[in-house]
Structure formats: C-alpha cells, structure tokens
Nanobody
Framework: QLQLVESGGGLVQPGGSLRLSCAAS????????IGWFRQAPGKEREGVLC????????YYADSVKGRFTISRDNAKNTVYLQMNSLKPEDTGVYYC????????????????????WGQGTQVTVSS
C-alpha cells in the first residue's frame, strides 16, 4: 500500500527554522515527482515547491524563494523540506504529494496534478 507520512512540524518563532520530512512506503520514490503544498485556515491549498524524479528540475513559489529548499534521498525513500527564516504567513498544514512521471522527469506545482498525498503536518510560526 502506497503511503506518505509527513513529520517535523511544530511551533517555531519568526526567523526560526524547521525541517519537514516526507517518508514513503509501499513504493520507491525513484520515478516520482514530489511536491510540497500548504494550506492555511480559510485559504486554498497552495504549492510551495516541487522537485522532479531526477532532481534536475526544482520549482519554488516566489514567497519561499531563498528561504525553503527541497531535497530527496532516494536511498532512504524520503524527501525533506528545509524551511529557514520562517514568517507568520508560513503557518499552515504542510502536505507532500507525489506523481509517477516515468520516463520523463518533470514536476508541476498544481495540486490536481499529483496522485498521492500525505496526511499533513502542522507548522505554526508565532512569537
């Protein structure tokens, strides 16, 4: 059974950092594009960034450029979202999502493009 599990969320002060993890089970991430999305209360889910299966294509939302980075460790079947210089507006539930893009590595920051989702992890940035 294909499963994604996010972890690493929590409460952090503005300017702080968090690293989220997205661990996959039941399949290997080798041929999957991975996206991170977030949803704040009362708002639509928005794309934060995505990375292609090869790691050669990475896209970031303007709001997180220079602060967030995505990386993948296919050996551990895990993807990471490093979030630095966090702001209150980064608060929300963060989700990872995947889509098999074999044979063409690609990604898109559109929620409907992804096939499988994790349950989400809460990130709260507040003093």
């Amino acid at each position: 059974q294909l499963q994604l599990v996010e972890s690493g969320g929590g409460l952090v002060q503005p300017g702080g950092s968090l690293r989220l993890s997205c661990a996959a089970s039941g399949f290997t991430l080798d041929y999957y594009a991975i996206g991170w999305f977030r949803q704040a209360p009362g708002k639509e889910r928005e794309g934060v960034l995505c990375i292609s299966s090869s790691g050669g294509n990475t896209y970031y939302a303007d709001s997180v450029k220079g602060r967030f980075t995505i990386s993948r460790d296919n050996a551990k079947n895990t993807v990471y979202l490093q979030m630095n210089s966090l702001k209150p507006e980064d608060t929300g539930v963060y989700y990872c999502a995947v889509r098999n893009t074999r044979p063409q590595p690609m990604c898109a920051m559109t929620a409907g493009w992804f096939d499988y989702w994790g349950q989400g992890t809460q990130v709260t940035v507040s003093s």
